[in-house]
């Protein structure tokens, strides 16, 4: 490696040990040669405003955009609402992204959602047994309130679900008459980060990566 036939980006290797990037220019003897990207797990505080997705037809902001400096081409982990917030995963790792996503392996996500009003304990009952939108039951869930208002106009509820239909919780609350207000998810699996500020991220450790894969791993 240090006789002169490796250069990066133009540059003669002359030294062990060497780094370079996945979209850098790597030579052997004058010929490019190609680099398999590594996997990248990130976990993102999406700010609300944000869409879920790489791109937008509507040229709205993506959670793409936050990623400053990410060079490989990582995407979502399932959804995270236009109008919500909280803790996003994106990677490149598509095995992973499938199995957190699939409802079979039943990975917990614990959102807190402001609602209008008190909901009470049959309200409450409701939520945890599951209910029908659409024609179809929702899986149980474990609901809890911790936060009402004095005055009643509102309360806080900690929701876990295990399965991701679109705009579940919203949904769930609009269902039992107490919509949403603010939503945040807090935790996916046992992936969480409260000094984490939101519209920024960071990557996940390697202890965290194999939680995530405990987490999701098939029965």
Not at 1 to 8: A, E, I
Not at 126 to 135: A, M, T
Not at 196 to 214: C, H, M
Request: proline share 5%; with cysteine.
């Amino acid at each position: 490696m240090l006789d002169g036939r490796v250069t990066v980006n133009g540059v003669t290797v002359r030294e062990l040990g060497t780094k370079a990037d996945p979209g850098d220019d790597i030579r052997v003897d004058g010929r490019r040669i190609k680099v398999a990207s590594w996997r990248r797990y990130l976990l993102l505080n999406k700010p609300r405003g944000y869409v879920t997705t790489r791109s937008d037809p509507q040229r709205r902001r993506t959670v793409v955009d936050l990623l400053t400096g990410v060079r490989e081409y990582v995407y979502p982990v399932g959804r995270l609402d236009f109008d919500s917030e909280g803790l996003l995963l994106l990677t490149n790792d598509g095995d992973l992204a499938a199995r957190l996503t699939h409802p079979r392996h039943g990975v917990a996500r614990v959102y807190e959602a402001r609602v209008a009003g008190v909901p009470d304990a049959h309200d409450l009952d409701r939520l945890s047994r599951g209910l029908v939108i659409d024609g179809e039951r929702t899986q149980p869930a474990e609901v809890t309130l911790v936060r009402p208002r004095r005055d009643a106009k509102s309360a806080t509820l900690v929701i876990t679900i295990r399965e991701g239909r679109n705009r579940q919780v919203r949904r769930m609350c609009e269902a039992i008459g107490h919509p949403v207000d603010r939503l945040r998810r807090v935790a996916i699996g046992p992936i969480r980060d409260p000094k984490l500020k939101v519209g920024e991220w960071r990557d996940l450790t390697e202890d965290e990566v194999r939680r995530l894969q405990k987490a999701a791993r098939p029965d």
